[in-house]
């Protein structure tokens, strides 16, 4: 049972980031200032999670070390290329991106753990495709009014691909290195690295008079590192909890960010959605239960 939790508060934390964004939109505040922010919070909330700051110069001998720089440097890097998508192309291709992601780590578990695949979860993970398509298409008659380059269009392929390389990777350092001695030192590592990396980018942006320090961003960072870290952590969490069975886990996880999302939008900000989009909230419903169950 508290498995099952630990994915609900993951589902929910995460389906808070995305929500978070758009509010920060609206109020028109700094993505990248929240982004940076976001992720010093994510360090200071991990390092009260642990009791204690865990780096120091032993972690460098830690086998997951490597891993969690790397995933640092992504963590900062798809942030701000799913902002990048956003402006340039939209919201929809942007999630669509990210949800469709989903695939790999699904395929990856298979291929690595030799984990039971079934029908059901295969049928499961095409019924997602669907819904995710369903679920963010736009409404009938929106036009792009930006002509773009062929490489502007990369960018969802992009990332869709680092997407799900990076959860790949969570769940194959999870499974390799992380045990729950070194789980926060792991996280807070990752995170720390993500923050270096962009307050090195800010410190240039600042000196250069190209921006600057903006208090609101302060405050969206607040709102968004604490339950990033939490995000993160309770995803861990429920990984461990169904390790038997970790190729379902992320596709369902990431359904219900879709659905929950949706759902959101549609009651606190009043989006509308067509009737296809609907539809697509009823497949993934059917896909959780496919790959939950199969």
């Given at each position: 049972m508290s498995s099952l939790l630990f994915l609900i508060a993951s589902i929910v934390l995460t389906a808070w980031?995305?929500?978070?964004?758009?509010i920060i939109e609206r109020l028109g505040i700094n993505n990248l200032q929240a982004i940076v922010y976001n992720y010093t919070v994510c360090v200071i909330t991990g390092s009260m999670v642990n009791g204690s700051f865990p780096i120091n110069g032993a972690l460098v001998h830690?086998?997951?070390?490597?891993?969690?720089?790397f995933m640092g440097a992504c963590f900062i890097s798809l942030f701000n290329l799913a902002a990048y998508t956003v402006q340039k192309i939209g919201v929809a291709a942007a999630t669509v991106a990210y949800k469709l992601s989903m695939v790999i780590p699904f395929v990856f578990s298979l291929y690595l753990y030799h984990e039971k695949s079934t029908v059901l979860k295969f049928a499961g993970v095409a019924l997602a495709l669907l819904a995710v398509w369903f679920t963010t298409r736009p409404a009938a008659g929106k036009k792009q009014d930006k002509k773009v380059s062929w490489l502007i269009w990369a960018m969802p392929l992009l990332l869709f691909v680092g997407s799900g390389l990076l959860d790949t990777m969570i769940k194959y350092v999870e499974q390799a290195f992380i045990n729950p001695a070194n789980q926060n030192a792991y996280l807070i590592t990752a995170f720390c690295v993500a923050a270096s990396i962009g307050w090195l980018?800010?410190?240039?942006?600042?000196?250069?008079?190209r921006q600057k320090m903006s208090g609101r961003a302060i405050l969206a960072g607040?709102?968004?590192g604490v339950p990033n870290y939490f995000s993160i952590w309770t995803l861990l969490k429920a990984?461990?909890?169904?390790s038997g069975n970790s190729s379902a886990i992320i596709p369902i996880n990431n359904m219900g960010i879709v659905l929950l999302t949706a759902l959101v939008a549609w009651l606190i900000f009043k989006e509308k959605l067509s009737a296809v989009n609907w539809l697509g909230i009823a497949l993934s419903l059917g896909a959780i239960a496919l790959i939950a169950y199969g």
């Open positions: 980031l995305t929500i978070s964004f758009k830690q086998p997951w070390f490597g891993w969690a720089l980018l800010l410190f240039y942006l600042f000196a250069t008079g607040i709102g968004i990984l461990k909890g169904y």
